[in-house]
């Protein structure tokens, strides 16, 4: 019994202790390579202090040990909703407008190979002199063409049939 009160006037004399020596605040530094570090005592004028700044992580009521239950993709009642025959008149503006860009990116790719001749394009006029500004443009163009084909994939897979 004796050693527990021991004890126990150790953890009241640590606590007391602790208490005294209280830090100045709660100070941010920067080093020179932009790491932060979080520190009680400012080290001088890399450090800020930062007072006020109260972290809180969010309560649960969920009993320990419990997992929180997924919520389902079901928006509350309270959200807006809209009709089906305005939403079936959206989707179909919405696939009519990607449609246009689809051909439109198609239209842009066929003109691109066309100029881009399988990799040898016609030099212009300021380009038969200069072959490093012919071989920018050659570069320019089958970046384009890589560009434009990755488009049309991306609008191909925003049309595909499971969405409307």
């Not at 020596?21 to 520190?39: E, F, M, N, R, S």
């Amino acid at each position: 019994m004796r050693r527990n009160l021991s004890f126990l006037g150790f953890l009241v004399l640590a606590c007391a202790g602790h208490a005294a020596v209280q830090p100045d605040g709660i100070y941010l530094c920067v080093d020179a390579d932009g790491h932060k570090t979080y520190q009680n005592s400012s080290d001088g004028g890399s450090c800020r202090r930062i007072d006020g700044v109260v972290a809180t992580i969010p309560s649960s009521d969920l009993p320990r040990g419990a997992r929180p239950v997924p919520r389902s993709g079901i928006a509350p009642a309270s959200f807006p909703r809209v009709d089906a025959s305005t939403q079936r008149l959206r989707d179909s503006d919405r696939r009519r407008i990607l449609e246009e860009e689809l051909h439109s990116e198609e239209d842009r790719l066929a003109r691109l190979q066309v100029e881009f001749n399988h990799g040898q394009p016609q030099p212009a006029g300021d380009e038969i002199a200069d072959a490093s500004r012919y071989r920018e443009r050659v570069q320019r163009l089958y970046e384009d063409i890589e560009r434009s084909q990755g488009n049309i994939a991306s609008l191909r897979r925003e049309l595909t049939p499971f969405r409307y």
